[in-house]
């Protein structure tokens, strides 16, 4: 099915959703699928997994074979097209005397940044919802892990989750019979278990969005839909149509079989089936529009033809990305100097990213490796959740971070021979492959992925000057890292180091100055427009519905209160779709 | 170049006529002009990944550089039993492509690679009066074992020594990203399997004493 309508759009709708990634992909999947007239505002270009996506493409029909460049930071089968931490044209600020850069990562395409993504899906715990409750930083969520739990049930068995429930205090279960078994350990994987043994880091199933399995289409849409037939039956169809995983190629290049989820292959084909939704692509919203106080729509610039237009509806969901979000509200200037929704003032305030740092080394026990086929999942099989969450006064440094890692015999790429500098130096000809052949697939790397504290140095704000190609004020960021953030990552890289030291391997590790990662360089951020039980310091309530403004929601990470080492998009779905729901029901009692 | 110009520096300026369409810098700086807009898809940053696309860029090496970068790649990878010669799968196009690449690595990296190719054609000449690809296999691997970073190098052959070690790398890396150097490696992925993923053998868990997290 070709996911593009064909640019006309009718006069009037109900919804619009501006984004079409993890939240605006759910917001109008569920939405259409309950009869709602939806039209969908995506500023990038159609995109259609099934035929775009390289999945076993090899690195010799790439330029410098497939190798990261400037260009292609994640080398070049990235899903992300026409996107990256740069996209020509659309060019972003950073304040000077700030400290460190942010960067800012966009996809400017059908489906946003799910395409690309680890697809790792953890659930945000109960602590997670309190932190300020906890050790008195930061802000409490207006909702508990009570009020959200049934939304992640629904979400898993929507997009299908491997992993186990372990039972380890703040990363939470699913229900029964909610995940898919996870695949078996690789042959690094079991050792660094067995090293997380001896040092008392957890390392269980990692949770992510793959199909280990085909998804039950007999019962599962029933549960999910009750009492909405046609729903029903159009995901049933849906997800006979997803094949489960066949362990091969890497989960950052897409997937057309859809056997891992992204908004282009699990929520907009259904939303589509439903005739309620049509999509306009190459649409840069540049503002919400205002009439009588009420949100009536978006103004956008068409980018094929540069011309503006409008387009109209009872209720305006936002949904563009954290970031973009914030500067769609802060540059519709309808009603209010600061930006539309911001009478709080925290509209691009509280910005966040995920703390992340990285070790590997090399494991003498993994030369010379028996050979096995360890594409598994293209992504991680374990992970470690963060298991000191009762011991934060004991370590120095707020909140928790997990742990990712990898390793083994994974599809050879430039950077995979760099160790043979050093052990085998002066060799050339046959020796040579032998040596490649023995150190091949024997290195091993942890990275962490952690919480950090919002911070009042931590934000971002219309540039004065500077406009993009499409006269669009585009943002200035301004990045401070707090010693939270620091320390944590300084434990970060003992940990790994202790782990890897337990595998066999000689460790080095940084300082958490010198090893922690750029703001925005692990694409978590989150904030800018946060949730919160009263209007003075937030700038929607619990069901993202503005405060401001009663017909306008924002449905993606910016409404998070806060960043837990989880990575956010499970949790970004789940509000949408939990809100959405409540969308509906005001709707029908009238009050939006 | 002016003297007070920094290589670096005269890199950057250079990557910038080379690509100006595209912003080349990791990190955004302080306000950028904003490019103009791009009307038609741009070919690297938003590849059509169903053809096969090797650099757009011109490629810098003459006919003279081809020929040594070959015989060199050859000596350094062969033909045996582990399988092809760098030549066979493309190594030397491959090291053209990314020497005359407008990313900055790729550009220092280049410097070595080409001034490097001149110093040995010139230490082949001062030895044979000939040009290392014409030499006999001796003659060639005697310049080799000089450079090749096995004991220190004396003085004379730094500048060798230290282009053999970016070539054998930039080398390692063009051969082992072509699948038909795969099977030698022991690399077996990159084919779809039915079923549960098999994960790692008892006999392998026993072997490396995993048992009790298996």
Redesign the interface.
Same mark, same amino acid.
């Given at each position: 099915m070709p996911l593009l309508t064909d640019r006309k759009t009718q006069p009037q709708y109900d919804v619009i959703v501006v984004g079409s990634g993890a939240g605006g992909g759910m917001a109008a999947m569920i939405l259409a699928l309950s009869g709602v007239k939806v039209l969908m505002v995506e500023a990038g270009?159609n995109y259609e997994p099934a =035929?775009?996506?390289?999945m076993?493409?090899?690195?010799?029909?790439? %330029?410098?074979? +497939?190798?990261r =460049?400037?260009?292609? !930071?994640f080398g070049?089968?990235d899903a992300t097209?026409?996107g990256? @931490?740069?996209v020509? +044209?659309? %060019?972003? =600020?950073?304040k $000077?005397g700030t400290e460190g850069?942010?960067? @800012?990562w966009r996809a400017r395409m059908l489906g946003g940044r799910t395409n690309h993504w680890g697809r790792i899906s953890l659930r945000f715990g109960e602590f997670d919802f309190i932190p300020k409750s906890r050790d008195g930083l930061g802000v409490d969520w207006p909702l508990s892990y009570g009020d959200i739990s049934p939304w992640y049930d629904r979400v898993e068995q929507l997009i299908g989750v491997y992993g186990e429930n372990d039972g380890i205090a703040n990363a939470p279960n699913s229900s029964p019979g909610v995940l898919l078994?996870p !695949? &078996?350990?690789?042959?690094g994987e079991?050792?660094a &278990? &067995?090293s997380g &043994?001896q040092s008392g880091v957890p390392i269980v199933a990692a949770h992510r969005a793959v199909l *280990? /399995?085909p998804l039950d289409w007999k019962n599962l849409p029933a549960q999910l839909f009750p009492g909405n037939p046609k729903a029903q039956e159009i995901i049933g169809k849906d997800m006979m149509l997803r094949a489960p995983?066949? @362990? $091969? =190629?890497d989960c950052i290049r897409g997937c057309s079989i859809r056997a891992n989820f992204q908004s282009t292959t699990v929520l907009l084909p259904p939303a589509l089936a439903t005739g309620n939704l049509d999509i306009i692509t190459d649409a840069m919203v540049r503002e919400v529009i205002m009439e009588n106080g009420k949100a009536a729509g978006v103004h956008y610039i068409d980018k094929k033809t540069?011309r503006d237009a409008v387009v109209k509806a009872r209720i305006v969901i936002l949904a563009a990305s954290t970031c973009e979000t914030s500067r769609i509200l802060l540059n519709s200037k309808s009603q209010d100097k600061a930006g539309l929704a911001n009478s709080s003032g925290q509209v691009g305030k509280n910005l966040m990213d995920s703390v992340g740092t990285n070790l590997g080394a090399h494991i003498p026990?993994l030369e010379n490796s028996?050979?096995?086929?360890?594409?598994?999942?293209g992504g991680l099989?374990v992970y470690s959740p963060w298991w000191l969450v009762n011991e934060h006064s004991k370590l120095g440094f707020a909140r928790g971070y997990h742990i990712e890692m990898g390793g083994g015999?994974?599809? %050879?790429?430039? *950077?995979?021979? *760099?160790r043979?500098?050093q052990t085998s130096? +002066?060799?050339? +000809? *046959?020796k040579?492959?032998?040596e490649?052949?023995r150190y091949?697939?024997a290195s091993f790397s942890f990275s962490g992925r952690g919480e950090m504290v919002p911070n009042k140095d931590c934000y971002t704000e219309l540039?004065p /000057?500077?406009?993009? /190609?499409w006269g669009i004020p585009v943002l200035r960021f301004h990045w401070k890292w707090s010693d939270h953030e620091i320390k944590q990552a300084e434990h970060m890289q003992q940990t790994f180091a202790e782990l890897i030291e337990g595998m066999g391997g000689k460790a080095s590790p940084k300082s958490g100055r010198e090893a922690i990662q750029?703001p925005g360089e692990i694409i978590h951020e989150v904030g800018t427009a946060r949730m919160g039980a009263k209007a003075g310091d937030s700038v929607t309530n619990q069901y993202c519905q503005t405060w401001d403004v009663k017909n306008l929601f924002l449905m993606d990470g910016s409404v998070l209160p806060s960043n837990p080492d989880k990575n956010p998009t499970l949790t970004i779905m789940a509000l949408a779709w939990r809100s959405c729901e409540w969308l509906m029901g005001e709707m029908k009692a009238g009050n939006v | 170049m002016s003297e007070n110009l920094s290589r670096r520096h005269a890199l950057k300026w250079l990557a910038g006529t080379v690509a100006a369409p595209i912003a080349l810098k990791a990190a955004p700086g302080e306000t950028e002009p904003a490019p103009p807009a791009y009307p038609q898809r741009y070919t690297l940053h938003d590849p059509d990944f169903s053809k096969a696309l090797s650099g757009p860029w011109d490629k810098l090496m003459t006919e003279a550089e081809l020929k040594t970068t070959t015989a060199l790649a050859d000596l350094i990878l062969p033909k045996d039993e582990h399988g092809p010669a760098a030549s066979e799968v493309g190594v030397p196009a491959f090291l053209n492509e990314w020497i005359s690449a407008p990313y900055e690595r790729q550009r220092e990296d280049g410097e070595v690679i080409r001034g490097g190719l001149a110093w040995l054609n010139t230490e082949c000449f001062k030895r044979h009066a000939k040009p290392f690809e014409e030499l006999t296999a001796d003659q060639q691997s005697a310049i080799v074992d000089d450079i090749c970073g096995l004991e220190k190098p004396k003085p004379e052959h730094r500048i060798g020594a230290a282009f053999f070690t970016t070539f054998r790398q930039l080398c390692l890396g063009g051969y082992y990203t072509h699948s038909a150097t795969w099977k030698g490696l022991g690399y077996i992925g990159n084919i779809s399997l039915g079923g549960p993923y098999p994960g790692v053998p008892q006999d392998i868990i026993e072997k490396y004493g995993l048992q009790e997290v298996a």
């Open positions: 270009r =035929t775009e996506t390289p076993f493409n090899t690195p010799e029909m790439a %330029p410098l074979r +497939g190798d =460049t400037p260009v292609r !930071p070049h089968y097209i026409d990256g @931490w740069q020509p +044209g659309e %060019p972003y =600020t950073n $000077a850069d942010f960067w @800012w078994p !695949p &078996k350990p690789r042959l079991l050792m &278990k &067995k &043994k *280990s /399995q995983c066949f @362990w $091969a =190629t540069r026990a028996p050979i096995l086929n360890e594409d598994g999942a099989h015999r994974r599809m %050879p790429q430039m *950077s995979s021979f *760099s043979l500098d130096p +002066g060799i050339y +000809g *046959s040579l492959k032998e490649a052949k091949y697939g540039d /000057q500077v406009v993009d /190609q750029r | -």
